[in-house]
């Protein structure tokens, strides 16, 4: 399962198309806020999410931690539209697993989902 948690309708309907097209079998959840994507997160155990870095009130930290805490071998990969370098620490020592650029990094989603499904290494994400 995967849990797509993004606020812009453009992104997220971008997102899910990516997913539908890697070929591993999938179920592909979505929410476009906190409250939502809280109520997802009690009744499934996603293997993946692809969290936004900035849903409103800085919520993205309060539902990293509700996954990390609640589905311990989750792995989470936040998108955000600021990749700078410590906001990529932040997001990684709250517990992401991997950190991309939302808006140029979309080609390495594939490749990430599918490493995870065949339960592959992670890049280790260069905290510069």
Do not use: W
């Not at 990516?18 to 999938?26: A, G």
């Not at 409103?56 to 998108?79: C, F, Q, R, Y």
């Not at 932040?90 to 650029?101: I, R």
């Amino acid at each position: 399962m995967i849990l797509i948690i993004e606020r812009s309708t453009e992104v997220l309907d971008r997102l899910i198309q990516i997913v539908s097209e890697i070929e591993h079998p999938k179920t592909i959840f979505k929410a476009t806020g906190f409250e939502e994507a809280l109520l997802l997160l009690e009744d499934i155990k996603p293997k993946i999410v692809l969290l936004d870095s900035c849903l409103p009130e800085h919520k993205s930290i309060d539902l990293l931690k509700k996954i990390k805490t609640g589905n311990t071998t989750a792995k989470v990969i936040v998108l955000s539209n600021n990749p700078d370098a410590r906001y990529e620490r932040h997001y990684l020592s709250m517990g992401a697993d991997v950190f991309l650029d939302k808006y140029h990094d979309y080609e390495k989603l594939p490749e990430l989902i599918t490493n995870i499904y065949c339960d592959n290494e992670l890049p280790v994400n260069d905290l510069g």
